[in-house]
C-alpha cells in the first residue's frame, strides 16, 4: 500500500516540475518574440557592424583624419557624425546632432578598447581597435545629452566623455562642406 | 538458539496501525509542500518578470530605434 503511495507522489511532483517547465518555457518564448518583433518592426537591434581599419594610421588619411572628424550632412540629407575615442579623450569632444532625424554615429580608435553610451538613448557600443562601430539612431529631444566611455581603458577612463548636443532641426544648418558644429554657449 | 530479542517474522508486518495514520500525515504533508514551493518559485519568479517588463516597455523601447 505504502509504495502505491509513493508512486502517487512521484507522479505529482513530478507533474508539479513539469507544469513549472511548461511555465518557464512559456516565458522564455514569449520573450525571444518580443526581441524578434520589435528588432523587426521598431528597428531595434543591437549594434552589429562589422567593418575593419586599420588603427596606426588613422589620423593620417581616410574616413577617420582629423578634418573628417564631427558631424557631417551628405548631399542625399543623411547625418553623419565621425569620432574617435582614443585614451583619454573622444574628438571631437561636442557633437551636434539633429532632433527627429535618423543619424549615424561611426567611432574608431587608435589605442585600446573604449566603450560609449549617449545617456537617455540606447546608444551603446565597445569600440575596438582595428574595427569601425557604427551605431544609427534618432534623438527625440533636444538638449545636452552626455557620452562617456564605459569601458575602463586606463587612468584617465573616468575623464573621458563627450558631450551630444540635440539641436532643434532649424537651428541644424549645415556649412559649405557640410559640416555642423556645436553652439558655443 | 533463539533468545527473546531476535525478531521474527510474525512480529514484523509490513503495516501496523501506527503506519496508517502516518500515511494520511503524510498525503496531507505531500499534497500542501509542492504547493508551497510553487508559490514562493513562483513569486520570485513573477516579481523578476514584471521588473523585466516594466524596464523594457517603459524605459528601453521609449529611447527609441538603435542598431
Known amino acids: 500500500m505504502s509504495e502505491q503511495h509513493a508512486e502517487a507522489h512521484e507522479r505529482r511532483i513530478l507533474g508539479t516540475e513539469l507544469l513549472w517547465a511548461f511555465g518557464v518555457g512559456v516565458l522564455v518564448a514569449a520573450v525571444l518574440g518580443m526581441i524578434v518583433f520589435t528588432a523587426l518592426t521598431r528597428n531595434i537591434n543591437p549594434p552589429s557592424n562589422v567593418e575593419h581599419i586599420d588603427p596606426k594610421t588613422l589620423h593620417l588619411s581616410g574616413e577617420f583624419a582629423e578634418q573628417n572628424l564631427g558631424t557631417s550632412v551628405g548631399v542625399d540629407g543623411s547625418v553623419t557624425v565621425r569620432a574617435i575615442a582614443t585614451q583619454f579623450m573622444f574628438v571631437p569632444h561636442c557633437i551636434a546632432v539633429p532632433r527627429g532625424r535618423p543619424v549615424t554615429l561611426r567611432f574608431a580608435t587608435p589605442d585600446v578598447i573604449h566603450g560609449l553610451l549617449i545617456t537617455g538613448t540606447n546608444v551603446n557600443t565597445m569600440v575596438v581597435p582595428g574595427f569601425v562601430a557604427q551605431v544609427y539612431t534618432t534623438f527625440t529631444s533636444t538638449g545636452d545629452l552626455l557620452m562617456p566611455c564605459h569601458e575602463y581603458c586606463g587612468l584617465g577612463h573616468s575623464e573621458m566623455w563627450a558631450t551630444v548636443q540635440v539641436v532643434p532641426d532649424n537651428d541644424f544648418k549645415p556649412d559649405r562642406d557640410g559640416r555642423v558644429a556645436c553652439a558655443q554657449r | ?67
Open chain 2, 1 to 67: 538458539m533463539m533468545s527473546a530479542n531476535d525478531p521474527s517474522t510474525a512480529e514484523v508486518p509490513s503495516e501496523t496501525a501506527a503506519d496508517q495514520v502516518d500515511e494520511a500525515a503524510l498525503a496531507q504533508v505531500m499534497r500542501v509542500v509542492p504547493l508551497g514551493a510553487g508559490v514562493l518559485a513562483g513569486t520570485a519568479v513573477a516579481l523578476l518578470v514584471i521588473g523585466y517588463l516594466a524596464i523594457y516597455l517603459l524605459i528601453f523601447l521609449p529611447r527609441g530605434a538603435v542598431g
